[in-house]
């Protein structure tokens, strides 16, 4: 099982050219299923059945594996008996036709509009990490990318005077996305500036010894302008939460917003429907006179 699940890595580190992050995750789901076989005297993929992938799911679930991380189990299993059966290893799927059992669904954190003015539109110093920081959190807020977009961007990618940008989204996926003229303009400061760290390659966005500033680091700056800023956590995920959801909330095009953030399932957009709904009940609760009962009345 071993030796076909790494066949299987394999196949998708170089014909699918996944990601290392999407491999490492799928390589840790399947070898929790080989040490539920083995434990189960389970000695191949073939042997094993829908039943007792559903006990495998089940005993996950009851010792607080989420529904989303099963989600994912399952199909790193569907994905790896594609390839058995492909390869003429194995002719069923246990994993067909099985569900992960519901859990609720985590709405994502947003700032309010109020909130995002207030941690772009405050004061920026004429330097190198201030004008670097401050195009960071605009582009984020201005166009949804996810970090690891904005780390891998390349000024080849940027076109500011058409208010474009390219940018490589999860399998390999390219986008053109809009850039908002704040984002443009702190840009083009950030730019002026940017020379200053002797830049290694064409990447946006680099640290003072001109390397191109990491995932991680591009986190910490967004916490540090967060904590300075609103006095709370910020992470770039908040950013492009909050993206989606005012676009949404101003527009109702729930299928422009899953463009511009790459989604390839609308059902993953549209949880922002939800946070907007969210948004229209607070409104209503706060706004209409009788939206909520009188204290002292009975039922």
């Not at 099985?98 to 709405?107: D, F, V, Y």
């Not at 990490?129 to 166009?143: G, H, T």
Request: net charge positive; charged share 25%.
């Amino acid at each position: 099982m071993e030796r076909q699940l790494e066949a299987y890595c394999a196949h998708l580190r170089n014909e699918r050219q996944v990601s290392e992050h999407t491999l490492l995750a799928y390589r840790r789901d399947l070898a929790k299923v080989i040490e539920f076989c083995n434990s189960q005297g389970i000695a191949d993929w073939p042997g094993l059945q829908v039943q007792q992938l559903r006990q495998l799911v089940a005993r996950l679930h009851h010792h607080g594996q989420s529904s989303r991380s099963l989600a994912r189990l399952l199909s790193a299993v569907r994905g790896l008996y594609r390839y058995l059966v492909r390869e003429g290893l194995c002719q069923h799927d246990p994993a067909n036709g099985l569900a992960p059992p519901k859990g609720e669904r985590r709405l994502p954190k947003v700032l309010d509009t109020d909130r995002a003015l207030q941690l772009l539109d405050g004061g920026v110093d004429d330097d190198f990490i201030a004008r670097r920081d401050q195009a960071m959190l605009e582009l984020f807020y201005s166009s949804g990318l996810r970090l690891s977009e904005l780390a891998g961007l390349d000024l080849e990618c940027l076109d500011l005077t058409g208010g474009l940008v390219q940018v490589l989204g999860k399998g390999s996926k390219s986008r053109v996305l809009p850039v908002g003229r704040k984002a443009r303009e702190a840009l083009q400061q950030w730019l002026r500036l940017r020379g200053i760290g002797s830049p290694l390659d064409g990447a946006v966005f680099i640290t003072r010894q001109g390397k191109r500033l990491s995932p991680r680091a591009i986190q910490q700056r967004v916490k540090t302008v967060g904590e300075r800023e609103l006095g709370q956590h910020l992470h770039p995920h908040m950013l492009r939460h909050s993206f989606a959801s005012h676009l949404l909330e101003s527009s109702q095009d729930l299928r422009a917003v899953q463009e511009m953030l790459g989604h390839a399932d609308i059902s993953t957009t549209q949880i922002y429907t939800h946070l907007d709904f969210q948004h229209l009940a607070a409104v209503y609760d706060s706004a209409h006179p009788r939206a909520k009962r009188s204290k002292g009345t009975d039922s």
